[in-house]
């Protein structure tokens, strides 16, 4: 009898590394609007035949991260005025409730750490690091949403911030950010404060002012 193990079948995990890396990409701005991609280039970077590169966008393209048109060109997003717009307004609804729901496991380590990323998000802007700052950006906002423990809900957020990363890349160069978002030491102080109305009201102008200046 044989009992030597079976061999692993490669494709699913060349797949779903091939989409983590591409989504990551996206979603913290690597990639700027509009950007051209092609399945034997996706195959290349990653080293991957074209099936996996096929089926990581076919996922990506399904949460809208990436655009496949009739010829079958890939594109990352370009975004329409009226579609920021309404992904700003499911930012203010999602991550207004998030946060809500999270204050009140919102203990002092988590402040703390909040606190440290703010810091992180400083050097980011110092380096003018538009990639970097959009990572730690998310992250300050992730780690307060995941005390929600509505993990349906931050799947959605998630959601919009996958179509939104190349947008927020553009949106990074007009800002020419100077210091860490303002809107974020209002939250923390509202944590630190256990103010609901001042969170709700600090959360919704984070996610949505610079949005709606793009699309104005």
Same mark, same amino acid.
């Given at each position: 009898m044989n009992l030597s193990p079976r061999p692993v079948e490669a494709t699913p995990l060349a797949h779903d590394r091939v989409y983590r890396g591409l989504r990551s990409r996206i979603m913290h701005g690597d990639l700027p609007p509009g950007h051209a991609l092609t399945l034997r280039g996706i195959g290349r970077e990653y080293e991957v035949s074209m099936t996996p590169a096929r089926e990581a966008v076919r996922r990506l393209a399904a949460e809208g991260a990436l655009t496949m048109s009739t010829s079958g060109r890939i594109s990352t997003p370009e975004l329409s005025n009226e579609r920021i717009e309404e992904l700003a307004a499911l930012r203010a609804l999602l991550e207004v409730e998030l946060a809500s729901r999270a204050l009140p496991r919102a203990h002092m380590a988590l402040i703390e750490r909040m606190q440290t990323i703010n810091t992180n998000i400083a050097e980011a802007v110092a380096h003018?690091?538009?990639?970097?700052? &959009?990572?730690?950006? =998310?992250?300050?906002?992730?780690?307060?949403? !995941? /005390?929600?423990?509505?993990?349906?809900?931050?799947?959605?957020?998630?959601?919009?911030?996958?179509?939104?990363?190349?947008?927020?890349?553009?949106?990074?160069?007009?800002?020419?950010?100077?210091?860490?978002?303002?809107?974020?030491?209002? &939250?923390?102080?509202? =944590?630190?404060?256990?103010?609901?109305?001042? !969170? /709700?009201l600090a959360v919704r102008s984070d996610v949505t002012q610079g949005l709606r200046m793009l699309a104005s």
């Amino acid at each position: 009898m044989n009992l030597s193990p079976r061999p692993v079948e490669a494709t699913p995990l060349a797949h779903d590394r091939v989409y983590r890396g591409l989504r990551s990409r996206i979603m913290h701005g690597d990639l700027p609007p509009g950007h051209a991609l092609t399945l034997r280039g996706i195959g290349r970077e990653y080293e991957v035949s074209m099936t996996p590169a096929r089926e990581a966008v076919r996922r990506l393209a399904a949460e809208g991260a990436l655009t496949m048109s009739t010829s079958g060109r890939i594109s990352t997003p370009e975004l329409s005025n009226e579609r920021i717009e309404e992904l700003a307004a499911l930012r203010a609804l999602l991550e207004v409730e998030l946060a809500s729901r999270a204050l009140p496991r919102a203990h002092m380590a988590l402040i703390e750490r909040m606190q440290t990323i703010n810091t992180n998000i400083a050097e980011a802007v110092a380096h003018r690091d538009a990639v970097s700052y &959009i990572r730690t950006n =998310l992250e300050f906002h992730r780690t307060l949403y !995941l /005390r929600a423990q509505a993990p349906a809900m931050l799947a959605m957020a998630e959601t919009v911030w996958l179509q939104m990363g190349p947008t927020m890349r553009a949106l990074y160069g007009r800002l020419r950010r100077t210091e860490p978002p303002h809107f974020h030491r209002l &939250i923390i102080a509202a =944590l630190r404060a256990g103010d609901e109305p001042g !969170l /709700r009201l600090a959360v919704r102008s984070d996610v949505t002012q610079g949005l709606r200046m793009l699309a104005s």
